[in-house]
């Protein structure tokens, strides 16, 4: 037996959480305009490794690019997503500055809970 879901259910509280992420990112613009380092990819990547290939689309890396980083990292999600965000960094082709706000702005588009992130960013900036 399936149990039924309002498709509405998740709608205001997906709204207000990407909501209340946006307010902090407004709050955090210097932590998010800084530019996207190896060591900060190495803490964030796993994170949002469950869409790693999402967020390359939406960041105008090449399909073939995308296929290629899937078929080198066997399933490894959170090894996907660094060579993926790696990858990024180095495409001159891709999406906006290099920069965390980018990346925030890419899983705000897909609905992405980002709070994490935000937070692990500030506190990475705060010990630095």
Avoid: F
């Avoid at 997503?81 to 990858?87: S, V």
Wanted: glycine fraction near 4%; include cysteine; charge should be negative.
């Amino acid at each position: 037996t399936s149990t039924s879901s309002n498709p509405d259910s998740g709608s205001n509280s997906d709204s207000a959480a990407i909501s209340n992420v946006s307010k902090m990112s407004l709050s955090n613009q210097s932590t998010l305009d800084k530019l996207v380092t190896m060591d900060a990819v190495v803490v964030i990547a796993p994170m949002i490794a469950m869409h790693w290939d999402d967020i390359g689309y939406r960041l105008k890396l090449q399909e073939h690019d995308v296929d290629l980083i899937e078929t080198e990292t066997r399933g490894d999600l959170a090894k996907a997503c660094k060579k993926m965000l790696r990858k990024w960094l180095r495409s001159a082709d891709s999406r906006g500055p290099k920069t965390w706000k980018t990346v925030v702005d890419v899983l705000l588009e897909l609905k992405i809970d980002c709070s994490s992130v935000i937070a692990t960013l500030e506190k990475d900036a705060a010990q630095s």
